[in-house]
């Protein structure tokens, strides 16, 4: 019997974790959401206050892990309209902030690379683009792919990542999720992949849980843990 490695399956989150989306991009959506959710949460006539909007979004994100899908199941908001609003960005190119080599690192990382956003279709392609790493990827999945049984399952959906683990014939001890988001990595790890939580844009990381393969400031660091990435099977 010899053992033979396995080249791994990166699945790569987009938003704060390739580019700093805190910068002016997050921002800038932000207001726009709130403008959005003030409209639909409003009366008709007067639009909602902003202690209703941040205690709706809140809620909705506790419960359902996104915004968004509390708004489509409780207000009959459609999803595609609610991303086109609140991601289309004239400027969204001058707001991109990344780290320069982004292309060459991916490239030397053993294994298919995937991105995984819950971004719309668009503005992934847009930012990927920019950055110059779009080759990097074997497929792009964004949030119109994300639909379990005809409902909108985004990460840190369970339902979704099993669905995206049989349709692309993945053994999820090959897979690596990188992220910024921890409930994801929750998630993921649950279904027995290895995670990886890039902090580089957030205010207050905080500890690594114990649940958490590994802990990174920058997807740059990535090299440093190529032990993650190695499987091996047996055989004949």
Known sequence: MNIK?????????LDNTLHNASHAIFPAMVEK???YMARVLGDGESPASQEEISAARERYWRRYGAT??????????????????THELPDLETMIRHERGLGQLLRRLPGRKILLTNAPRDYARKVVGHMGIGRAFADQITIESMYVHRQLRPKPSRLMLQRLLRRERLDPRRCILVEDTLDNLRTAHALGMRTVWVTQYLTKPGKRPAWLDVKVKSVKHLSKHNNYGKYTARTA
Not at 5 to 13: E, I, K
Not at 68 to 74: A, D, F, T
Request: no cysteine.
């Open 33 to 35: 959401m709130n403008a």
């Open 68 to 85: 968004l899908l509390g708004l489509v199941r409780h207000h009959g908001v459609d999803a595609a309209h609610f991303l086109r609003e």
């Open 5 to 13: 490695p396995l080249a791994p399956v990166w699945l790569f989150d």
